[in-house]
């Protein structure tokens, strides 16, 4: 009788904990699969194909690799980002588009001004959609 109570238990615990932790992993899932779509975008797979055209290569292989590469530098951005703000990972965004340019040997000190320019209309976008959208919302509920 004891050890059967005692293997219900367990199977009771373990059930419950096989729940939870699937909850758990099925969140960390959905949310990864969100941040995926965000991360797809033209301008990377844009790059990319410039990048292996530009060097002769597999685009599929840069592609994958690359992405692989990334993942330090992804963390490193949203490290950035909430410790020190949207500013910093803008810098940084600035900053690792210059050295991909100088380790493709292809930098000219005009594209790296056009990244800087690009990044300060970046810079007053996300200032300006901030308190734009708020003052949108604003006028949508009172409306």
Do not use: H
């Not at 840069?62 to 490193?76: D, E, Y």
């Amino acid at each position: 009788m004891f050890l059967r109570l005692n293997i219900r238990l367990i199977y009771l615990t373990l059930t419950i904990l096989l729940v939870d932790v699937m909850g758990f992993v099925r969140v960390y899932l959905i949310v990864s699969l969100a941040f995926a779509f965000f991360i797809m975008c033209p301008r990377m797979a844009g790059m990319c194909a410039v990048i292996a055209k530009v060097k002769g290569v597999n685009p599929y292989v840069v592609a994958i690799v690359g992405g692989v590469m990334s993942v330090p530098l992804i963390v490193l951005m949203v490290y950035l980002t909430i410790k020190v703000g949207v500013y910093a990972a803008i810098i940084a965004a600035v900053a690792t588009d210059i050295l991909a340019s100088i380790a493709m040997g292809t930098f000219r000190l005009k594209y790296a001004v056009e990244v800087a320019i690009i990044a300060l209309f970046i810079w007053v976008g996300v200032a300006v959609a901030s308190r734009a959208s708020a003052l949108l919302t604003s006028l949508i509920a009172k409306g």
